[in-house]
Structure formats: C-alpha cells, structure tokens
C-alpha cells in the first residue's frame, strides 16, 4: 500500500492562493479484495491486445510453411476474429509443388516445430506423374490470393504439359485434378491450424491469468475499489 498526494493550485484576480491537498490510499493488485480485483481485471480485458499481439504466431505459420514449399510474406496474412459467423484466415502464398509434396510425406515442420502433428497425409497420385513434375516436364505454378469477400483459402494452379513428354495426357490429367483436390485440402488445413492457434493466442491474451500476470508486471497501482490510478502520478509533485 502506498500513498498518493495531489496538490490543486489555482490563483484568483486578487493574487489570493486557494489550494487543496488529496491524500489517496494506493494499493498494488495482490492488496485488492477479491471484487476490486475483479474489477481492475475487467478494466485491462483488452491492454495486450491493443497492439500487434498476433506476429509471433503469423511468424511462426511462415517458417513452418518455408520448410514445405510454401512462401508467404507476414503482411500478406489476413484474418478476423474470433466469435462472429464469417470469422476466418487467410494467405497470400507462391507453392513450390515439388517441394510441397516432398515436405508434407516428410513432415519437414519437424524440423523448426518438433512436437507439432498437423495430421495432413501425403499426396497419392501417381508417383511417375510426381516424376514428371519434379523434372519439370510438367510445369505447374500454384499459389493463393486475398479471396475478394470472406476468409479462406483461394487456391489457383495452372498446368502445362511439354508435348515431347510421350505421355497420355487424359491419365496425367485425372492425376492432376487429383493432385489439386489435395492441395487445396491441405492448405485448408494449414489455414485452419493459423486461425486456431491466433485464437488461442488471443484467448490467453484476454484472459483473467494473462491480464492480472501484465498488471502484476507493471505494478500497477488502483484505489481500494479497484479503480486504476498510475495516470494520477502525472498530477503529483
């Protein structure tokens, strides 16, 4: 408990000098009752919020993404949340489909994030299809965009066959389609991983233990009904 006195000088037309003293009982938040507690909790619901709280994670989803062929940029990540029906995330991205394919069967994010099972399973389609776009006889980009309303994975590929491949192109199509129908699987996956784990993140950060842990580590100082008064201390001698 400590003590805050504020000192109100205001002088008059007849160079007459009123002032007035307040001496305030301060306490710090383990000295609170239960409901002044509380109350200071409610008032700091959203303090580590207020800033970019969500870099680490979005950090994180691109080094993990990296190691299987996908590159992002963390300012071309989007998303909103995390109660309200059209809630989601997003990505901008450039795939490296080799590498992808090769990444998810070896679960290259082990790499950076030992511990983490993301339960994607490795692609199926024929594997002298995969040949062929690992030697680039099969030349296909893929990438996500910003989708123009709403939170999901916008998925594009393009596809394009040398025609001194020798092969019969309606099989490698039906491969191809296949091939698609995964990836756009498993980035729905890895977009669905980025949104929970920003909001657990942000669960956490508004939560009682997060908030009251912050107010501890500022030493933050409250009436004894729990009102916050450090911002009083730029009034006082």
Request: aromatic fraction near 14%.
């Given at each position: ?41 409610e008032h700091f619901r959203f303090f580590n919020t ?38 989601g995330s997003c990505f901008i991205s450039n795939i ?77 199509e039906a491969e191809i389609e296949k091939l698609d ?57």
């Amino acid at each position: 408990m400590g003590f805050l006195l504020l000192n109100n000088y205001t002088p008059n037309i007849k160079n007459s000098k009123k002032m007035k003293t307040i001496s305030i009982k301060l306490y710090t938040f383990s000295e609170l009752e239960k409901e002044a507690q509380d109350k200071a909790t409610e008032h700091f619901r959203f303090f580590n919020t207020d800033h970019n709280w969500w870099e680490s994670e979005c950090e994180d989803f691109i080094t993990i993404c990296s190691l299987i062929g996908i590159r992002i940029n963390l300012k071309e990540i989007y998303f909103r949340g995390f109660y309200s029906q059209g809630d989601g995330s997003c990505f901008i991205s450039n795939i490296d489909v080799s590498a992808f394919i090769k990444g998810i069967a070896e679960q290259a994010w082990k790499s950076y994030a030992p511990t983490l099972e993301l339960n994607i399973q490795p692609c199926t389609i024929d594997r002298r299809v995969i040949k062929l776009i690992e030697n680039r006889t099969i030349e296909m980009p893929m990438w996500t965009d910003k989708p123009h309303m709403g939170y999901y994975v916008a998925y594009y590929s393009e596809s394009y066959l040398h025609k001194d491949s020798g092969r019969q192109h309606a099989l490698i199509e039906a491969e191809i389609e296949k091939l698609d129908v995964w990836v756009l699987r498993t980035l729905e996956q890895l977009n669905n991983y980025l949104y929970k784990c920003l909001e657990c993140t942000y669960d956490y950060l508004i939560s009682d233990e997060a908030i009251q842990e912050t107010i501890e580590a500022n030493e933050y100082h409250f009436t004894p009904n729990g009102v916050h008064t450090d911002w009083l201390c730029n009034y006082a001698e």
